[in-house]
């Protein structure tokens, strides 16, 4: 195994707070329900992992951002002493929520807590579109009202939108409304079919040739430099600015969270256990949340040992490892192709992504 050591930094942690959630998303992550959340951990539990995330961090030259995530993670009772439990142990809190249970009351305890930002996930720029994938009618308009409650308690914001057939037509939609919103960046979200999402593969997954065709739009978008935009899940946007010659724009304002840089600087697209991680709410840590690759659990080894030793973990982040067109491939270092996908279509989470439609010319590695 190769030693990768402290060199390797780890930037972003995503814990499922909880499994309990208000929704029942089409294409969400999760597989089991709300029926597992007495295995969530414990406060004691979570603190623990807190401060684990924590000791890790103080040997690395940033420390960490730590996403509370779900679920839904306002589903959790003691959520709001946790949040400055991180703060205090100088991690950058953010959030990530559906949006639909934030009040007037909840934004202010979010604001008070020290959360830098949070995420509003948005499906679609209209009540169809959004409910008809989150599965709950009335869902967009609480969404709304919920960030209209960010937004007075003046709490930095951001739209997830997780992009399939169904609205892909609405992307300069979303991108506008969140503009007419007041969020500080908008991140598009690739879907992965794994969980609940792997009922979306057959008839919401874009094609190759569509992700391409949409990764060149969200590119022209953020080159207006109005709003951050970012691509998730979608490591060949990293390829395809490259290889149109293209460049993105920032705002000057904004605020960007530490450790979520937009692409105005070099970048690597497959992030899953080279600067993220994900903890599940047993304490189960994967590669992200969207390859159920089991590298350890919180409970029973420390975070920083799973981190620097894992076996999984230290061959995801070998380029020269890669299968297929993905092996070859002369953008493999700033790409690297979903591991996500290619894990849900082939078993092989080094296998070549298999939602890419770029043809790399055939060479030997020893001569890229």
Known sequence: MKDHGPKQMLRLLFWESTIRCNLTCAHCRRVESDDTAHRDLSTEQAKDLIEQLAELGRGQPMMPVLVFSGGEPLCRDDLFELIPFAKSLRLTPA???NGTLIDSTIAEQVRDSGVARVSVSLDGATAE?????RQLAGSFERAIEGIGHLREAKVPFQINMTLTKHNAGQLEDIYELAKSLGAIAVHIFMLVPVGCGQSLAETDMLSPQEYEKKLLEISALDNRGEIQMKVTCGPHYERVIRQKGLHTSRPKTGGAVPGRGGHGKASKGCLAGLGVLFVGHQGV???CGYLPVHCGNVLEQKLSDIWYKSEDLARMRDTDA?????????????CGGCRGRAY???????AEEPFCAYVPERKSKSKM
């Open 344 to 350: 849900a279509a082939t078993g092989n989470y080094m």
């Open 95 to 97: 959030l990530a929520t």
């Open 322 to 334: 890669l299968e297929g067109k993905c092996g070859v491939c002369g953008y493999r270092q700033v």
């Open 285 to 287: 840590v994967f590669p």
């Open 129 to 133: 579109v959004h409910d008809r994938l």
